[in-house]
């Protein structure tokens, strides 16, 4: 007889890979680190405990959905990834780059069984915020970022750049509408002084664009409080073809123990190199 023993374990990380992930919040709002958990168990795992330390700011910290439901319980199917966002007041008190750390821990099973899993976790007070803050999507168009800002005094509009953000790629069709515009190379926010304002940034991304991880980031002209922050990773997409060229008169008939050459073509239709088992 064979015994398939259980294996245990969950994978918790932040945007670029790591066990970490920083999330910005506006003052007395709810500041917002993009997790992705997964279990790499043979087997479901209904009784996940979690756990986080205390912070200056207090310890109501919520775990969402990517939805934007509230989690009280989780539990993954082996195998299963979810994204998340680890939530945190921002205090009225706060003042823009405060910030506030806490490990947040997820344990499966128990006593000499256990398995834990720990992430650093960092939330700062911002003028600005992009939700999501992250993005994982294969090439497909109509990604979208919200983005909200508090405008300066004396001012009406802020600026940023596609190119130094890292954001101008050849072939990538960005858009926007709300209070945001793109202007040429700049990406232009609206509103009035000392008002919070919002908009969302659309991006188009061609069918062949090549699985990556791309972190953007620029400071505002006006104002160094004001730093556009968000990421996109380009996930691949795993595909075959395969093509008989020769004969070319199907269907082809072959007699028994008859050998017989057949000429095929594989092709790769996905959008990055990969291996195939013929």
């Known amino acids: 007889p064979i015994e398939a023993n259980r294996t245990r374990g969950l994978s918790i990380r932040g945007p670029d890979g790591t066990a970490r992930s920083v999330g910005f919040g506006l003052v007395s709002e709810e500041a917002m680190a993009w997790l992705l958990i997964e279990n790499v168990g043979n087997a479901e795992e209904s009784q996940i405990a979690i756990s986080w330390d205390g912070t200056e700011w207090g310890s109501d910290f919520r775990i969402f959905d990517s939805s934007g439901y509230e989690i009280s319980a989780l539990t993954h199917g082996p195998g299963e990834e979810m994204e998340v966002t680890a939530r945190l007041q921002v205090p009225s008190s706060a003042v823009p780059g405060e910030s506030v750390p806490t490990p947040l821990s997820m344990c499966v099973g128990t006593g000499d069984e256990q398995e834990c899993s720990q992430v650093q976790l960092e939330f700062i007070s911002s003028k600005y915020v992009t939700n999501p803050s992250h993005i994982r999507s294969v090439p497909e168009q109509g990604l979208t970022w919200e983005i909200s800002a508090d405008i300066p005094e004396g001012t009406g509009s802020m600026n940023w750049s596609l190119s130094d953000s890292g954001m101008a790629i050849d072939g ?13 190379d700049s990406i232009v926010m609206s509103g009035s002084p000392s008002s919070q304002s919002s908009g969302y940034l659309h991006l188009d991304l061609p069918a062949d664009s090549p699985p990556a991880f791309h972190s953007f980031s620029d400071a505002s002209s006006e104002s160094s409080n004001h730093v556009l922050r968000m990421s996109l990773e380009v996930l ?4 075959a073809a395969i093509l008989v060229t020769s004969p070319t ?12 050459l057949i000429m095929i073509r594989l092709e790769n239709p996905g959008n990055g190199v990969d291996t195939y088992l013929l």
Do not use: C, F, K, Y
Request: aromatic content about 6%.
């Open 249 to 260: 008169e199907q269907p082809h008939t072959v007699d028994v123990e008859e050998e017989a």
């Open 172 to 184: 990538w069709i960005w858009n926007a509408s709300g209070s945001l515009t793109i202007q040429g």
């Open 236 to 239: 691949q997409i795993h595909r």
